[in-house]
């Protein structure tokens, strides 16, 4: 994966009505943007067909790019167990298409991604999205904002995975 001085990362920000997402080419320390956007399922629709269009479109960016490995930012929630059980269950999908095709993964919390794009866990929405906008050399903001949480995921996960700091979960589940 590292041999050639390059990986290509998934980042993905859950959700069941949206799911953003960024994918960065890493090589020979520098950032480099693929691509970035939105899955979308509407309200309307029954929840296994809205888990279902999330699986395919999952697995139709894993087809498209290739990834190396993939990160997800971690479910966080306050009061919202509702919200809380459908985000997760929008996760177990995902998890499932990464591990039909073992993929490494991990997942990072909302401060872990901040820190690790801006170098402050408490930064803000508009603090993190000029900071990929600059470490990805974009000429504009990533729109929508959940495509910009998608590719701060990769950023993220592509400075942990170079630096062999986080650990990930393999194929089977274990951490290594």
């Avoid at 930012?73 to 999908?93: C, H, P, Q």
């Avoid at 906008?133 to 959940?146: A, C, F, G, M, Y």
Wanted: glycine share 10%; with cysteine; charged share 20%.
């Amino acid at each position: 994966m590292w041999s050639n001085g390059s990986v290509i990362v998934l980042g993905l920000d859950p959700g069941t009505a949206t799911t953003g997402f960024g994918v960065v080419r890493y090589e020979e320390g520098k950032l480099y943007p693929l691509d970035s956007g939105v899955l979308l399922t509407t309200p309307d629709m029954a929840m296994p067909d809205r888990l279902l269009s999330i699986y395919n479109d999952v697995n139709t960016l894993l087809d498209k790019y290739q990834p190396d490995t993939v990160a997800t930012e971690r479910l966080f929630f306050n009061t919202n167990v509702t919200n809380a059980l459908s985000v997760g269950r929008a996760i177990g999908v995902m998890l499932l298409a990464f591990a039909q095709r073992g993929l490494s993964w991990a997942e990072y919390t909302p401060m872990q991604v901040k820190q690790a794009v801006t170098g402050y866990g408490g930064a803000d929405k508009n603090q993190v999205q000029m900071q990929v906008t600059r470490l990805l050399s974009l000429k504009e903001i990533p729109r929508p904002d959940d495509a910009a949480d998608g590719l701060a995921v990769a950023i993220c996960h592509a400075h942990s995975y170079r630096l062999g700091a986080m650990q990930f979960y393999s194929r089977r589940g274990a951490k290594r």
